[in-house]
């Protein structure tokens, strides 16, 4: 099951423009990771953000969460075509649980950057 | 480091079949861990293996099976297969805590 909802579930812009996407999970976590994922390739791993850190960049990328509300925001500023992809938020579960090892995905947001 | 490698990366088979899927984990990562990727379902978590051992398993039938060696590099196994079992199969290593890395995938066909 999916935990994450991903919104929008589609986004277009043009090159230059600032990409935003948002991602909501529902239960506890230990970290959210976020994946861009070019047409049915492997998962790139962007960004790594615990669950006590409140926000993290790493070059043009910027993300934000707040385990009050359950959300994560990724931005992307000053988008080129090459950042056309799917991006994918996941989960991690505190160790001990059950969840311990699995991450859990939302269902992606596909964005589309036009030259 | 080389990266998560998986192999084949393409496949195809007919129902009834079996296939096993490689992954070869990143040097020095434990954990290995599998997703099921389709377009009506999108990504979901398979198993995870840390040491050899079958940590956690997701929501699919026995059919799905996997194993991990000594040497960290994993296997799954899919029995008898099924027209719906035609997906991307992503294979992840991590160290404890930290982010997953995902291989390419093996892109699996069932006719």
């Known amino acids: 099951s999916q935990q994450g909802e991903e919104d929008p579930q589609a986004l277009s812009i043009q090159e230059g423009e600032n990409a935003t996407m948002n991602c909501s999970y529902k239960?506890?976590?230990?970290?959210l990771q976020w994946y861009r994922q070019n047409s049915g390739r492997g998962l790139v791993h962007l960004i790594l953000?615990?669950?006590?850190?409140r926000e993290k960049h790493s070059g043009r990328l910027r993300v934000t969460l707040d385990t009050s509300k359950k959300s994560s925001s990724l931005l992307i500023t000053a988008s080129r075509a090459a950042d056309t992809a799917s991006y994918f938020c996941a989960t991690g579960a505190n160790p001990g649980g059950t969840s311990y090892g699995k991450l859990t995905f939302g269902q992606g947001t596909i964005l589309t950057v036009h030259p | 480091k080389a990266g998560v490698t998986q192999t084949p990366r393409y496949l195809i088979k007919t129902r009834g079949q079996q296939v096993t899927l490689s992954c070869s984990p990143i040097s020095g990562h434990r954990s290995v861990s599998w997703y099921q990727q389709t377009p009506g379902q999108g990504l979901q978590f398979l198993f995870e293996?840390?040491?050899?051992?079958?940590?956690n398993k997701g929501n699919f039938p026995g059919r799905f099976s996997g194993r991990q060696f000594s040497n960290s590099r994993s296997e799954m196994n899919v029995s008898t297969l099924e027209l719906g079992d035609s997906a991307l199969y992503l294979c992840?290593?991590?160290?404890?805590?930290?982010?997953?890395?995902f291989g390419p995938g093996t892109r699996l066909t069932v006719l």
């Open positions: 239960t506890s976590i230990n970290n």
């Open positions: 953000i615990r669950s006590n850190e």
């Open positions: 992840a290593s991590s160290s404890p805590l930290s982010e997953q890395f």
């Open positions: 293996y840390f040491s050899e051992t079958q940590r």
